[in-house]
């Protein structure tokens, strides 16, 4: 079982800023790349940011110069920081990770639960 939890979400002011985390546990050989996705209401899900094992990362077009993802292997967790908000950034922001899973041996594209970001005007 391999299960990831996100955490960070709430209510910000325009311009404000959140940092969202996400912690895999379960039975995991290792994960490869990461990233968050967010969905608003009546909208399709959509890529926010991505970061490979090496740390390399690219981002959607809307938040380049604003949110920042990174990871600590070590403890198997993504961040994204997100600042400058805008009210267009109100989503569920969803974790999602490629994981090579161990007992039994398989590779899983598993998400989490999401986390709501609201911002305000």
């Known amino acids: 079982q391999v299960q990831l939890v996100e955490s960070g979400g709430g209510l910000v002011q325009a311009g404000g800023s959140l940092r969202l985390s996400c912690a895999a546990s379960?039975?995991?050989?290792?994960?490869?790349?990461m990233g968050w996705y967010r969905q608003a209401p009546g909208k399709q899900r959509e890529l926010v940011a991505a970061i490979t094992s090496g740390g390399s990362t690219n981002y959607a077009d809307s938040v380049k110069g604003r949110f920042t993802i990174s990871r600590d292997n070590a403890k198997n967790t993504v961040y994204l920081q997100m600042n400058s908000l805008k009210p267009e950034d109100t989503a569920v922001y969803y974790c999602?990770?490629?994981?090579?899973?161990?007992?039994?041996?398989?590779?899983?594209?598993?998400w989490g639960q999401g986390t709501l970001v609201t911002v305000s005007s």
């Open positions: 999602n990770a490629g994981v090579v899973k161990r007992n039994p041996v398989g590779y899983l594209s598993v």
């Open positions: 379960g039975s995991i050989f290792s994960i490869n790349a």
